[in-house]
T-cell receptor, first 111, second 117 residues
């Protein structure tokens, strides 16, 4: 099983601050995905990164895939209360079609 | 597009009874569907992979006789928790892949909260 480690596990910041969430593995992934999940709901896909070194931007969110395709980061600029949620990274496992999820980073943005 | 629904959204049942959860792809055909469970403040754990017309593949440690999966059509997969116990209480989430294995598209349902009393 290809494990994905996320850090930090919990993060509480004030509106306007910047933050970075990390997703690391000892295994190489063909791609990594980032999801955001709100309480009582299913996860929603934010982005898929495929190429080593790739950087993708989604408004105030910046996603980066490591050159060796073993790690990824999510940076949020000027966080808003609406960014509160559980952020999960995921990669396709050995089977090639089932997703392995990291443990998640629970983000709380306060006014 | 690519909407996945689950029914029911919440269910409470007594210990020893069985509960069926449905997962439907509303606007696409899903060759493969996946079932996850999520405990409070934890991540999603894959339980099984369901392929239309064939037996489900269960992850290590998941009892196939307890968690019965049926994927009888390209738009419907069901998970039946048999003889439920309080420790089966969890958030069950399904996802559906419209393009078959190996590709990036996997759409998640809104989840089903199961509480066993």
């Amino acid at each position: 099983t290809q494990l994905l480690e996320q850090s930090p596990q919990f993060l509480s910041i004030q509106e306007g601050e910047n933050l970075t969430v990390y997703c690391n593995s000892s295994s190489v992934f063909s791609s990594l995905q980032w999801y955001r999940q709100e309480p009582g709901e299913g996860p929603v896909l934010l982005v898929t990164v495929v190429t080593g070194g790739e950087v993708k931007k989604l408004k105030r969110l910046t996603f980066q895939f490591g050159d060796a395709r073993k790690d990824s980061s999510l940076h949020i600029t000027a966080a808003q209360t609406g960014d509160t949620g559980l952020y999960l990274c995921a990669g396709f496992g050995d089977s090639g079609y089932a997703l392995n999820f990291g443990k998640g980073t629970s983000l709380l943005v306060t006014p | 597009g690519a909407v996945v629904s689950q029914h029911p959204s919440r269910v409470i049942c007594k210990s020893g009874t069985s509960v069926k959860i449905e997962c439907r792809s509303l606007d696409f055909q899903a060759t493969t569907m996946f079932w996850y469970r999520q405990f409070p403040k934890q991540s999603l754990m894959l339980m099984a992979t369901s392929n239309e017309g064939s037996k489900a593949t269960y992850e290590q440690g998941v009892e196939k006789d307890k968690f019965l999966i049926n994927h009888a059509s390209l738009t419907l997969s069901t998970l039946t928790v048999t003889s439920a116990h309080p420790e089966d209480s969890s958030f069950y989430i399904c996802s559906a892949s419209p393009s078959g294995p190996g590709l990036y598209e996997q759409y998640f349902g809104p989840g089903t909260r199961l509480t066993v009393t």
